[in-house]
């Protein structure tokens, strides 16, 4: 059976046309499989006087005798092609220091016409991708993985096959790189890497999963025509293809600041004199960056010159939180647990009664009041 | 599995025996194209044996007869089937002192390629390359003792 081109009612009566057909169809299709042997064979029929006489039948090394003939042949070779890119375009996976096995992916189609195996490697790269330099302070182990090896069964954990195995043609896989972001990261560091994969043989076929083969190497001539040959058609013409892809670091990014104002003195001038009260304003500031600081605690020793006001701004309000939105209660080991204490002249405000998160961006004032003492 | 082999070349040769050798000597070989560079560094079409052949690269058999007998032979036809793995390249049969003719329905009718049509969704249109079964040479002229004739034609491995 030929394949005819369906339902596209075009009449290619030019030789270009079809020859732009004809190239259209190779790059676009995967191709006759490695391995087939392609026959041809010519039949030539003829008479002598007026005597039809039996056809005879060619052969690669000529033949004189009817059904004597054998066809030629030649053996279709592999041809190796493939991509690699990464899979989620300059959309970056945003992290935090901290995280473990971080994850971005990279999609390899095989246009081999052979199914394929691929080694795969992964590293830290230098150069800049996507615009944004790599920050030189890569993250820490690099895993791939690929579910079952060939995609199949969706996204891989970590016990899954860290190369592309048994690979059909013409199929698609997704790889996935995990990486540990170390707390030392920074907010707005790009750690850039660069994912590479080789073709590799296949002899384990497709019954034998689970076992990553040789690297392949371009068949060096003259061949072996019994022999499935392998020439590399993928770009390059080395069997190697790499992609790059980045993590962004987002972090929060703190600034703390704080300021004493003495707000009433028993003399005019708001004078630090005995019986004046001051008030401390801390402000938490991450506006810098660009992650929520979550569970932030402060901790603040009360000068022992000094004594804390108790209920500076109200009844159980020790504490304002920014300028009065709010408050708390600084009692002795948060006994009304609403995430204020005060014990042996240490204020804490913020603890497991309390979670206070700073949005990145956003800034937070804590406000509390001392007395000086008149002795 | 070697003995088995053995049976069956046993076999084809008694079969051999019994025909009697014909009047012309049938051959076909195949080479491939490939773009090399000349001493002038200009890219130049040469022929090598195809040995290594991967998908899109294009092939060339070419069809040797000769008649080895005391008579001339008339009516000489020779037909070639395409492999379902090869698309026949358009304008590529050649075969001097032949009309060379194609059949879109597996050997069955044969016509000059511009005369073919192919039946499809009820309509008829010219058929194309992708249509082609079979090729053949028809002999405007009768083969004398001793003489040779060559047909040839590319195709391209799908």
Not at chain 1, 31 to 49: C, I, P, R
Not at chain 1, 159 to 187: H, M
Not at chain 1, 265 to 275: I, M, Q, T
Request: with cysteine.
């Amino acid at each position: 059976m030929k394949t005819a081109t369906k339902g596209l009612g075009l009449q290619f009566k030019l030789g270009v046309s079809v020859f732009a057909l004809l190239v259209g169809q190779q790059a676009m299709a995967l191709g006759t499989d490695a391995g087939t042997s392609v026959d041809n064979q010519a039949l030539v029929s003829y008479t002598v006087g007026t005597v039809a006489q039996t056809p005879i039948d060619s052969d690669p090394a000529g033949n004189s005798t009817p059904g004597n003939g054998n066809p030629t042949t030649f053996l279709v070779d592999r041809r190796v092609s493939f991509t690699l890119v990464e899979a989620s375009g300059d959309n970056l996976p945003v992290v935090n220091p901290g995280d473990t096995d971080v994850v971005t992916s990279f999609t390899l189609v095989n246009t081999s016409n052979a199914i394929m195996d691929f080694r795969l490697t992964v590293a830290d790269f230098p150069g800049a991708v996507f615009g944004n330099a790599d920050s030189g302070s890569p993250f820490a182990n690099y895993r791939i993985r690929v579910a079952n090896g060939d995609g199949a069964g969706g996204v891989p954990d970590l016990a899954d096959l860290d190369y592309v195995d048994e690979l059909d043609e013409d199929e698609t896989v997704e790889i996935y790189v995990f990486a540990d972001v170390p707390l030392t990261a920074q907010n707005g560091d790009f750690d850039n890497i660069e994912l590479a994969a080789f073709a590799a043989d296949d002899a384990n076929a497709a019954a034998t999963p689970g076992a990553l083969d040789a690297d392949l190497a371009a068949s060096a001539g003259p061949d072996d025509p019994t022999v499935i040959d392998t020439v590399f058609g993928d770009a390059g013409n080395d069997g190697t293809e790499v992609a790059q892809d980045q993590w962004e670091v987002e972090s929060a990014d703190l600034v703390i600041t704080k300021t004493a104002a003495v707000i009433s003195s028993p003399f005019p001038g708001l004078l630090a004199v005995p019986d004046s009260v001051i008030e401390y304003t801390i402000t938490i500031d991450n506006t810098g960056g660009a992650a929520d600081a979550t569970s932030v605690s402060i901790s603040d020793v009360i000068d022992s010159d000094v004594t804390f006001v108790d209920e500076a701004y109200g009844v159980g309000q020790d504490i304002s939180f920014d300028s009065g939105a709010s408050f708390c209660n600084a009692d002795a080991a948060d006994a009304d647990t609403d995430g204020c204490s005060l014990d042996a002249g240490t204020l804490v405000v913020g603890n497991a009664n309390l979670a206070i998160t700073v949005a990145g961006g956003a800034s937070l004032t804590i406000q509390f009041q001392v007395l000086i003492p008149n002795l | 599995m070697k003995k088995m082999i053995g049976a069956i070349l046993l076999t084809l040769s008694v079969s051999a025996l019994a025909q009697e050798q014909g009047h012309l000597s049938v051959q076909t070989t195949v080479q491939k194209e490939t773009v090399v560079m000349n001493e002038n560094g200009e890219q130049e079409t040469t022929l090598v044996p195809a040995e290594t052949v991967v998908p899109g690269e294009r092939v060339i058999y070419t069809i040797t007869f000769e008649n080895v007998s005391d008579q001339p032979a008339g009516d000489v036809v020779i037909t070639n089937p395409i492999s379902d793995n090869l698309i026949y390249v358009d304008g590529s049969a050649f075969g001097p002192g032949t009309d060379i003719e194609f059949s879109v329905d597996g050997g069955q009718s044969f016509a000059a390629a511009n005369e073919l049509t192919v039946d499809e969704d009820g309509a008829s249109r010219a058929a194309t390359v992708d249509d082609f079964t079979h090729i053949r040479w028809v002999m405007q002229n009768e083969l004398a003792v001793g003489a040779q004739g060559t047909a040839r034609f590319t195709a391209q491995l799908k």
